[in-house]
Structure formats: C-alpha cells, structure tokens
C-alpha cells in the first residue's frame, strides 16, 4: 500500500491543500474572461451585408443624392413661379387659348418634375430612416451586454465586499508577488470603468440615434405632405387643361361652322356679282355702247381708304380646323356707326342684308369692276343710287363677328375671261405709315 503524498511547503510557512488554486491565478482567472469580454469588440450581427466603411459611403451617397435633388427641385420651383406669372399675365390681355394651353402644359410637366424629384428625396429619407433603425437595433443589443456584464461585476463586487481587495494585497508571498497582484487588480479597476464609460457612451449614441431617427421620420411626413399637395395641384392643372380643351374644342366647332356659312354665303356672292356683271353685259349689248369704268389702273394706290383703321384680317385663304375660308378682301376694325364711304364713284348694284356679312352694299364702277362693302350695320343708299367718291354708304358693323366691330374692303377687276375676279385691295389704297 502506498503512503499519501506529503504536504508540498509553502514559502513562509505552511501548506496548501492538493487542487487548491493560488491567489494570484485565481485573479488571472477570474480577470482573463472579464478582460477577454470587455477588452474585445462586439461583432457586427451575423448577416449584415455590408461592412462599416461601405455603410458610411452608402449614407454619404444617399446624402448627396437628396442634397442634388433639393437643388434640381429649387430650379423646377421657380420655373413653376416664373410660368404662374406668365399665366397671370395672359389672364389680363386678349390672347388665344391656346396660349394657356401651353402654359398650363408646361406647369403640368413642372409639376410632374417637383413629383419626381421629392420621390427621390423621399425614397433617399427612407433609406435613412432603414439605416439608422438598425443601427440602434445594434446598439440596443451592444448596450444590453455591456448592461449585462457591469451587472455581473457590480454583483460580484457586492459578493466580495470592500475588504476584499485589501486580502489579496496581504496575502502576497513576496513584493514582486505584491506588484503582480496590484497591477492585476488596477487592471480589473480600469476595466471596470471602461465598462460603465461604454454603456455611458452606447446610452448617448442611443439618444442621439433616436433623435436622428424622430428627425428622419418627420421629414418622411413633411415630404408625404408635400407630395399629396403636388399632386393636387396636378390634378388642378389637368382640370384646367381638360376645360381649357374643352373650350376650344366648342369655339372650333362654332368657328368651323361660322367659317363654313361663310363660305357659303362669300360663294353666293360672287354668283351674285357674276349674274350683275353678266346683267350689265347684256343691257351693253341691247343698247349698243360699252361703257368706261371710273376705276383705272392708274387709280392703284391712290384710292381713300373707306374707313379709316387698323388690318383685322388680310386678303387670302385662312384657315381654321378642317375649313379653309378664302378670304377675298380686307377686314378693317373701326368703332361701331363709323362712317363708310365709297372708294370711287359708281352705281349701287345691291345694297341688303347678306347671310353672315350683314348689311352690305355692291358698288359697279363699270368695265367688270365693283367695291364691295360688307359687315355694316346701317345703310345710307339703296340700289340703284348713283354715288361719288367719299359718298356716306352707311356705318361700321360687324361688332358680333370674332374680329369685333369692323368692316370687311373687297375690290373685284376683270379676270382672263372677263369675270370679276376678287385682288388684294390693299394694293389699290393709299399708303399709310
């Protein structure tokens, strides 16, 4: 049988008891694991995609791309400004509606454009508001082990009591022993400072992100907001357009009927002249004389002008939609009850009502050639009567044409065959500057 094992010495007296651990391991450890959790950083979760750096030029990435949006979105805003001023300029004139069209049109796309662009910011805010949540989930979860391990320590200190420190320092066996033990024990010391200096740092960067996140989430509403009030204003302008639309539309469809009455009626007319000229041809005939006309070549450019006035609308084909009206002699805009004279002397061939063209007088000046005077609204004459130069025909009308108040100056000379063909009596007239 063999004898036990003799107690070990130990320095400076005594034994110790086999598997006992020395105070001075029992401190390595009972300080390694606390220095291997608190001394290391925490890992980033498993499955994050990307890695801190790229994290950060993600963010500044999105950051540039709001701030670029935010400057597009200004320059789009005062273009939008610039064409409300535009707008509210053409409301105070006479323009076509087409003009407003176009303006509306362009707002509308404007419009459109601010949409796009706060999507843009709005989608960069979210991205944003994503990131910072899980970074706060992060720090939630690192602020929660640190809490966990000051806990265990506070616990452990509270086992041991303030004496506790004071035992380990006496029990040293030597001074380089004392030393190993003081700096072990400083070592926990600053360990645990940093662990309550941590858990300082994660509570604030913890309140910071929850304020960055409230920050991100209000503009989020902001920009909602913003959206829902772009879009009505969308829908605004569309609802303008479509009745702007819709009011032409009408007015094409009067005008294009108008145009085609007077089509009709300007058709009728020239027969009418053609039956008077083919009439005075044949009374020429029967009495066996030709007679001379008072208007001459000569005469171009020389004629008074029948009222005086500005160029409503000039000789030629106008067109409007599907219609075309050949406009076979010059409008010109003068007050209502104007007096109109003849450009030359003649005989009253017609002087009546004429479908759209109201009261009219035809003049013959002999050899093929006659001055017409429609749109009037009074007449002085009637067929038959002979009139001079500068004579009163009646007075200016035409106020419920388009064109307002005027009166429409046609001139008709023989053509090739004979025929009174209608020629830009503007060239007949006396300059004006």
């Not at 303006?103 to 459109?112: K, M, Y």
């Not at 035992?167 to 030597?174: D, I, Y």
């Not at 409007?320 to 805009?333: F, K, M, Q, W």
């Amino acid at each position: 049988m063999r004898s036990p094992a003799p107690s070990r010495a130990r320095p400076g007296g005594g034994t110790r008891a086999p598997g006992r651990t020395p105070p001075v391991r029992a401190i390595l450890l009972l300080g390694s694991p606390l220095l291997g959790v608190l001394g290391a950083p925490i890992p980033a979760p498993l499955g994050h995609p990307f890695a801190v750096t790229s994290l950060l030029f993600a963010q500044d990435t999105i950051q540039n791309r709001i701030e670029e949006s935010k400057d597009r979105l200004d320059q789009i805003r005062a273009e939008r400004a610039r064409l409300r001023r535009e707008m509210e300029g053409l409301a105070g004139q006479v323009h076509d509606e087409t003009q407003a069209i176009g303006n509306l049109e362009r707002q509308i796309g404007v419009s459109s454009s601010v949409v796009a662009e706060i999507d843009i910011q709005l989608s960069g805010v979210v991205v944003q508001a994503d990131q910072i949540t899980y970074d706060m989930i992060r720090t939630r979860d690192e602020l929660a082990l640190r809490r966990a391990v000051l806990g265990e320590r506070l616990r452990q200190i509270y086992k041991r009591g303030s004496i506790g420190t004071v035992q380990v320092l006496l029990g040293a066996r030597s001074f380089t022993d004392l030393i190993n033990r003081y700096k072990y024990l400083r070592l926990v010391a600053l360990q645990d400072r940093l662990v309550v200096g941590q858990v300082a740092e994660l509570e604030g960067r913890l309140s910071g992100q929850r304020r960055r996140l409230a920050d991100e989430l209000n503009g989020i509403r902001r920009l909602r907001r913003e959206k829902v009030a772009e879009i009505d204003e969308l829908e605004q302008l569309e609802e303008q357009r479509q009745q702007r639309l819709g009011r032409i539309r009408t007015q094409e469809t009067v005008a294009q009927g108008r145009l085609a009455r007077l089509a009709r009626d300007e058709e009728r007319l020239r027969s009418l002249v053609a039956d008077l000229e083919a009439a005075r041809r044949e009374a020429e005939r029967l009495a066996g004389r030709v007679s001379t006309s008072t208007l001459r070549t000569s005469d171009i450019g020389n004629l008074a002008w029948p009222v005086q006035g500005q160029i409503v609308y000039n000789f030629g084909p106008e067109r409007s939609g599907s219609t075309t009206l050949s406009r076979d002699g010059v409008g010109i805009g003068a007050p209502p009850g104007t007096r109109v004279r003849a450009v030359e002397a003649g005989r009253v061939d017609f002087a009546g009502p004429w479908g759209l063209y109201g009261p009219s007088v035809i003049l013959s000046h002999g050899g093929g050639y006659y001055s017409l005077y429609l749109y009037m609204r009074t007449l002085a004459v009637r067929d038959g009567d002979q009139v001079g130069a500068g004579q009163v025909l009646g007075g200016v009308g035409g106020t419920s044409s388009p064109e307002g108040p005027h009166i429409e100056f046609q001139i008709l000379q023989p053509g090739a065959g004979g025929e009174p063909r209608p020629v830009d009596p503007v060239r007949w007239l006396e300059s004006r500057s």
